[in-house]
């Protein structure tokens, strides 16, 4: 007769506990973070999309916005504060041209640029530039009568300049001998105005003016002219 054995397995459940292990510190690029978030790199970043130009109408787009922190620790975005920045600065910047007349009225228009603002501000214009003038031949001026030469600033469609800047030129050096002053003589002119966010329009015009007597002037002859533009917004 056969016997036989019965063996019965008991099965033991082994439950695992695993404790977390809690780091003080977080790197991201880096496994020695420096502070609680240590985002490393030479073009690490860090975005909230709360604070995105969707989502915060403080975020303006292409105008950095600052961010605060209130007195709770939480990290708010707020309108921009005063900035101010000179979009163009150019050095030497006219080519030479020249007006001439027999005493009338005659404007010419030097030099035309534009900028883009992307909120509302106030522009600053400045620009100086030479002139040399003589008689429409080009024989130095010895009759004692006056030349007016004016320069001026307008800004899109307004018709009223900026920066006007005026001067006279005059000489009758009579029985005189010797050497009298000529040369270059420097138009500088600046102003103000608030402008809108978009494109505007900046030109920089000039007028001749020698009532009954001829004259002809040259404009931008040096490499002492400049015209700059200066935004606050």
Sequence with gaps: MKKFTTLKFCVLSFFFFITPIIYSQVGINTTDPQ?????????????????????????????PAPVYVDNNGDITLQPSLVQTFMPINVIDFLSTTTISSNGGGVTADL????????????????????VAITRKNGDVIVDGASRLFRSGILVNSDPVHLGYSTGTYTN????????????????????????????????????GFGGDFDYKMWFGETNQDRFQVVVSR
């Design 35 to 63: 502070k609680d978030l240590h985002i490393a790199g030479s073009n690490g970043t860090m975005r909230i999309d709360g604070l995105n130009t969707t989502n915060n109408s403080n975020n303006i787009v292409d105008d």
């Design 172 to 207: 009758n050096p009579g029985g005189t001998s010797g050497t009298f002053a000529s040369g270059y003589y420097y138009l500088h002119g600046s102003g103000y105005v608030q402008l809108a966010a978009g494109t505007h329009t900046i030109k920089l015009d000039v007028l």
């Design 111 to 130: 030099y035309t640029t534009s900028i883009t603002l992307t909120q509302e501000s106030l522009v600053h214009i400045v620009y100086q530039f030479s």
